[in-house]
């Protein structure tokens, strides 16, 4: 299927590995231009020489700390220096942030701006252009709504998905769409060092995880998530907008 992306400029955060690397793979698969945003320059130029090879647009690589205040701000400046505009948006960027009953301010304020703020203002720093030429995609990586115990990304991971929306039911006329994507468990660094070794001997090891809770029986890969983004940023998928989709094997209970 050809889902009519070439010519469009497209931003992905979090982009020097997991679903925000398969995301600029796949974009650039199907001709667009990618712009990829992280903190790790080797990283990111492993991503773009990899792009370059198979015949896409070379990315736009900006190395920077959006989790810090203002990181927005110098990727809008220095994105907007090289492009007049851009289509699409994709907030990969999180972390996970587990908590105890007495954490400061601080850590919640640190969550907060990492998992929804962030992703907030970058949205915000390109969404006026859309809405003027009728064109837009802005899609955000959130989390489980199923927490195993108190956690700062997941608050802020909910923050985000209320806000995104609102945010579509105020845009979807002038065909901008916002959608989020839920991942399960896919197999990202995060998900190698932390999850895996740190949570599943708590939950009965992995095999008894995957037998127990994910139907489909084996872990995901992000390429998995990147598919389904690559898709939601087609004008094809015009129609579909404020959605909270799932890509878990059958992981998530709720209906």
């Given at each position: 299927?050809?889902?009519?992306?070439k010519g469009k400029?497209?931003l992905i955060?979090?982009?020097?590995?997991?679903v925000?690397?398969?995301?600029a793979?796949i974009?650039?698969?199907?001709?667009?231009q990618t712009?990829?945003?992280g903190?790790?320059?080797?990283a990111l130029d492993?991503v773009a020489?990899?792009?370059?090879?198979?015949?896409?647009l070379?990315?736009?690589?900006?190395v920077?700390d959006i989790?810090k205040?203002?990181?927005?701000?110098?990727?809008?400046d220095k994105?907007?220096a090289k492009?007049?505009?851009?289509?699409?948006?994709i907030?990969?960027l999180?972390?996970?942030?587990s908590?105890?009953?007495?954490?400061?301010d601080s850590?919640w304020?640190?969550?907060f701006?990492l998992n929804?703020?962030?992703a907030?203002?970058?949205?915000e720093a390109?969404?006026?252009?859309?809405i003027?030429?009728?064109?837009?995609?802005i899609?955000?990586?959130?989390?489980t709504l199923?927490?195993?115990?108190?956690s700062?990304?997941?608050t802020s991971?909910?923050?985000?998905?209320?806000?995104?929306?609102?945010l579509?039911?105020?845009v979807?006329?002038d065909?901008?769409?916002?959608?989020?994507?839920s991942?399960g468990?896919?197999?990202?660094e995060q998900?190698?060092?932390h999850?895996?070794p740190?949570?599943?001997?708590?939950?009965?090891?992995?095999?008894?995880?995957l037998?127990?809770?994910v139907p489909?029986?084996?872990?995901?890969?992000?390429?998995?998530?990147?598919?389904?983004i690559?898709?939601?940023?087609?004008p094809?998928?015009h129609?579909?907008?404020?959605?909270r989709?799932c890509?878990?094997?059958?992981?998530?209970r709720h209906i």
């Amino acid at each position: 299927m050809d889902l009519q992306l070439k010519g469009k400029i497209a931003l992905i955060t979090g982009a020097s590995g997991g679903v925000g690397y398969e995301t600029a793979k796949i974009l650039a698969e199907e001709g667009a231009q990618t712009i990829i945003i992280g903190r790790r320059q080797a990283a990111l130029d492993k991503v773009a020489d990899e792009i370059v090879g198979k015949g896409g647009l070379k990315p736009f690589v900006v190395v920077e700390d959006i989790t810090k205040v203002g990181g927005d701000v110098r990727v809008r400046d220095k994105v907007t220096a090289k492009f007049d505009h851009v289509d699409i948006v994709i907030n990969n960027l999180g972390q996970a942030r587990s908590f105890g009953l007495k954490n400061p301010d601080s850590d919640w304020e640190e969550a907060f701006y990492l998992n929804f703020t962030s992703a907030r203002k970058m949205a915000e720093a390109f969404i006026e252009g859309m809405i003027q030429r009728k064109f837009g995609r802005i899609i955000n990586l959130t989390s489980t709504l199923e927490p195993f115990g108190m956690s700062g990304s997941h608050t802020s991971k909910a923050a985000l998905l209320v806000w995104a929306k609102g945010l579509s039911r105020v845009v979807a006329k002038d065909d901008v769409t916002v959608n989020c994507i839920s991942p399960g468990i896919l197999v990202t660094e995060q998900i190698r060092n932390h999850f895996i070794p740190t949570v599943l001997p708590k939950l009965g090891g992995e095999e008894h995880f995957l037998k127990n809770e994910v139907p489909a029986g084996h872990f995901g890969e992000p390429a998995d998530a990147a598919q389904l983004i690559a898709f939601l940023c087609s004008p094809k998928a015009h129609y579909i907008t404020g959605q909270r989709i799932c890509v878990d094997g059958g992981w998530y209970r709720h209906i």
